[in-house]
């Protein structure tokens, strides 16, 4: 794995510079850095880092690629698009979004009255509003709210009862407004073709969302029959997340852009869009061979924009204006998780273990030439010898012909052997070096927790990427497997030879070593839950001024002890009163300490959960 596969998902976003890896962008600042000056202002346990500028490339990525295949084809309607907050609603990503994208006319979508209430008042007035999801009449009247404040608001509709309820909305305010300001409607479809992958059940006729042909023309007839057709002006559907084949979207491309002709040429004259969800891929392979999209991001413009051209030129209606709202791929890019390493599990293996005596087993002696011997040409059979040996001295072991130092030495040799013939056959590839690979993993404990920032790896395997932030001259030999902090045996990364992670070999009361988890910025933040009570990682936004220059801002710290409680419900002035209360009448406790205990106590409840130190190392 040359570079941890940066060159799969890395999309030029890093680079790596002096063995560390470094943004390539303005002034290059090393991750390392950054991490360590945060660091160095009081900051411990993981870290996430923001960065606006990766936000405004994917935005940008998007609108260019639409306008090139718009421009190409001679494409009459416009390119819009919305971000759908579900996929990260937290205020520092939110608000660089915003303040970033104002120049492409770049809105929100809400699925939930919280998200259009974020939408309502962080959207800029004009900017496109749609509003998804199952709603009741207080999510609709909020939606007029925000269109008599002058928003631009589309209410896609999941359902029948979703309209009749807008219809009794306006007539309420028809009682004491002349003519009430409708929102515009959108209507789901209910899609015959399904998409593709985990998400896949977001499309297809038994999805939970959206209307069947028979609702739609039932919906057409309710809205003429009121005299609200002027309002029913978008076709939407979404097939699904992380479409890895782009075939699906054809297919509910054409079938989406039937309808929408289909109910043009039926009267509804004010329908001029088609929002195709969002669906768009992001690779987070770092492993050749295991890519997770088969399509670029022109050639996905590039077919909705001719899919819809053609479809409106053969039934003779005008092209409509396209929406999209994707979401993983704007946002995924943007924030990096880093954790430092806290310990190794099964260093033991080391030469400085070795207890090696003036007269040893053969079969000890032996497997000490082997190690000191081993060399390229030979380290296949090296490697089986030194295998056979250790069958063989496990045996001598049962039946009481050597100790128990034998045996350590034993194991040390063995797994030093292993190493330096992995090292030594670096370049090959074959399946006995996979198998005995997973004899020597190395277990890194990392100071995060899995449950809750990557909630997509706990409960649907969703991979990764993964590098340490610096030693990126050194070979890593360690195949390892990954654990987190919290005490569930589910937060785990484990080795795994199809998916090999392999990292350095390092003496962790010496050197820090930090490992980040790339492509976290979509779904993985409000998805990710308190498992253990270890909550949302100390966050920072990295912005770069026009001198090219970095600088750290918004910094969030991790929730304190007592704040999770109060999350909780927890009366925390009881909690605080029954603790203050124990160090009072402990009998155990002299009078003169209780004071500095009691501070003491404080103090940690104003920090967070995540491990400060081990051994006596600050980490
Ligand atoms: C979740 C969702 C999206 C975003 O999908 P991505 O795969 O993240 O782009 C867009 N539209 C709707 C209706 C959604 O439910």
Redesign the pocket.
């Known amino acids: 794995m040359k570079n941890f596969g940066l060159d799969i998902w890395g999309d030029n976003n890093f680079i790596i510079n002096d063995n560390t890896i470094n943004i390539n962008y303005a002034s290059k600042p090393s991750l390392i850095q950054i991490t360590k000056e945060i660091r160095e202002q009081g900051y411990k346990g993981p870290l996430l880092l923001r960065f606006p500028h990766l936000i405004k490339k994917q935005i940008s990525n998007l609108f260019k690629s639409f306008e090139k295949a718009k421009e190409e084809f001679n494409y009459k309607g416009s390119f819009q698009a919305v971000f759908?907050l579900?996929?990260n609603q937290f205020p520092n990503f939110v608000e660089s979004l915003v303040d970033i994208s104002k120049e492409y006319n770049y809105g929100l979508?809400a699925?939930s009255k919280a998200e259009l209430i974020i939408a309502m008042s962080k959207t800029p007035m004009g900017l496109p509003i749609t509003v998804?999801?199952f709603k009741d009449k207080e999510m609709i009247s909020l939606c007029f709210i925000a269109t008599k404040m002058g928003h631009n608001i589309t209410i896609?509709i999941e359902g029948l009862g979703e309209l009749e309820t807008i219809m009794q909305v306006k007539d309420e305010l028809e009682i004491y407004e002349t003519t009430a300001l409708v929102p515009k409607i959108g209507m789901?479809i209910r899609l015959h073709s399904t998409g593709i992958g985990t998400?896949a059940k977001?499309g297809g006729y038994s999805s939970k969302?959206g209307l069947t042909s028979t609702e739609l023309l039932e919906a057409y007839d309710l809205l003429k029959s009121n005299d609200m057709l002027n309002s029913l002006w978008m076709i939407?559907f979404?097939i699904?997340?992380?479409?890895s084949d782009i075939s699906p979207l054809k297919k509910a491309l054409r079938e989406a852009g039937n309808i929408y002709a289909e109910l043009k040429k039926r009267g509804a004259y004010a329908l001029g869009a088609i929002n195709i969800?969002?669906?768009?891929?992001v690779e987070y392979s770092q492993h050749e061979g295991k890519t997770e999209r088969n399509y670029s991001l022109q050639e996905f413009a590039n077919d909705v924009v001719f899919l819809m051209q053609e479809i409106a030129k053969s039934k003779g209606v005008d092209e409509p204006d396209i929406f999209t709202?994707?979401?993983?791929?704007?946002s995924a890019s943007h924030s990096v998780l880093i954790a430092p390493v806290l310990e190794l599990f099964s260093q033991e293996y080391n030469e400085k273990g070795l207890r090696l005596k003036d007269k040893n087993p053969p079969l000890i002696e032996e497997l000490n030439d082997l190690y000191s011997s081993i060399c390229p040409k030979h380290a296949h059979e090296y490697l089986h010898d030194a295998l056979d040996h250790m069958e063989s001295l496990f045996t001598l072991f049962d039946l009481g012909y050597i100790d128990l130092e034998d045996r350590s030495n034993a194991e040390i040799l063995v797994n030093l052997i292993i190493k330096k013939a992995i090292f030594l056959l670096s370049d090959e590839d074959t399946d006995e070096l996979k198998r005995i690979q997973e004899r020597i993993q190395e277990r890194y404990l990392v100071n995060f927790s899995a449950f809750q920032s990557l909630p997509d790896f706990w409960g649907l395997a969703q991979h990764f990427p993964i590098m340490p932030l610096d030693k990126l001259d050194e070979k890593p030999t360690n195949p390892a497997t990954i654990w987190d902090i919290t005490c569930d045996s589910d937060g785990e990364i484990e080795f795994n030879n199809q998916l090999p992670i392999y990292l350095h070999n390092i003496e962790i009361d010496k050197d820090e070593y930090f490992l980040a988890f790339f492509l976290t910025g979509?779904?993985q933040e409000v998805l990710g839950m308190k498992h253990n009570l270890f909550t949302h990682p100390t966050e920072a936004v990295i912005e770069f001024n026009d001198n090219q220059e970095y600088s750290i801002k918004n910094i969030i710290e991790a929730q304190n002890l007592i704040d999770v409680l109060d999350d909780l419900d927890y009366d925390t002035h009881k909690i605080n009163k029954a603790l203050k209360e124990q160090i009072e009448n402990s009998s155990f406790i002299k009078s003169d300490e209780k004071k500095a205990l009691l501070d003491k106590l404080y103090l940690y409840l104003s920090e967070n959960s995540y491990l400060k130190t081990i051994q006596a190392i600050e980490r």
Do not use: C, D
């Open positions: 759908p579900k996929v979508e699925g998804n999801g896609t789901r998400w977001s969302f939407h979404h699904g997340s992380q479409m969800g969002g669906g768009l891929a709202e994707s979401g993983r791929y704007i979509a779904y």
